[in-house]
């Protein structure tokens, strides 16, 4: 079938249970061939969000597609052209890695050669041909992780949705994950993942960020940093820290201020010398000054601003 401009389309989409908003009135675009990241921390709407996109789970109101389809009149449809991977690895652990590909070929409807080929498409895709006999519970969950995607990308999807893909996997294969997320963005697949790992949002073309139910922030990664902390931010090592971070939260020239690992990081209002009354302060507070400099802003700075924000309203 012909991919419309857009993979997917949301406008003001909501979901309710009982008198709490999980997902309240949010709307975004997602291209083709684009690696689109739904970044939050747990419980903000994006299991949520993503069930409601793969025709899993009713919206409450609002409309949108997915690959040409709409998800509340015709999510039967969305069923048949995307790929699903879900954060528990629907996979079936008595079974070799063999045997659970020819399962979700058949749930999928591939038959004889066609089935045959993409089974081996996807075992080479994953670095499967070592393995494709071990029964999957003795699988490690790096592994597990590999072929939960693989069943989910052997019909050829359009769209891939994934949630939560890498919870609780190591950094290694977390890397080697997403490097083969990579590869089906060259090849024009489209990526839709959900995470709240900053590291790993770094690697989507863009981002939404969600908060309690709400669209906080879209963009790519760079426009995020640069628009919502534009003039950079301070980082301070010195001793106490936490009485330190009570100081600054106090200031009235301080607009954020945050423990960002051994140190803090540290947002001053616009026109303010954010530097010199940090040294004012600690000089006059008693606090030890070990180091000052400004850096550019992480994601998760851009995020815990963003979150600070929303607290504030």
Known sequence: MTMPIFAVEVEDLVK???????????????????????LGPNGAGKSTTIRML????????GKGKVAGFDFVEEPEKIKQVIGYMSQKFS???????????????????????????????VIEMAGFKELRDRITRTLAVGWKQRLALACAILHQPAILFLDEPTSGVDPISRRNFWSLIQQMAEKGITSFVTTHYMDEAEYCDRLAMIYQGKIVALGTPTELKMETLPGGLLEVECDPLIPALDLLKKALWASEAAVFGDGLH????EGVDSEQEIKSLFQREGIFLKRLEWIRPSLEDVFVSLIERENKR
Do not use: W
């Open 16 to 38: 309710t249970f009982g008198d709490f908003v999980a997902v309240d009135h949010i709307r975004f675009q997602v291209k083709k061939g684009e690696i689109f990241g739904f």
């Open 54 to 61: 793969c025709g899993l789970l009713m919206p409450t109101s």
């Open 91 to 121: 996979l079936y652990e008595d079974l070799t890695v063999m045997e659970n590909l020819r399962f979700f070929g058949g749930i999928y409807g591939l038959t004889g050669s066609v089935q045959k080929a993409r089974e081996e498409q």
């Open 266 to 269: 540290v947002i001053g209002k």
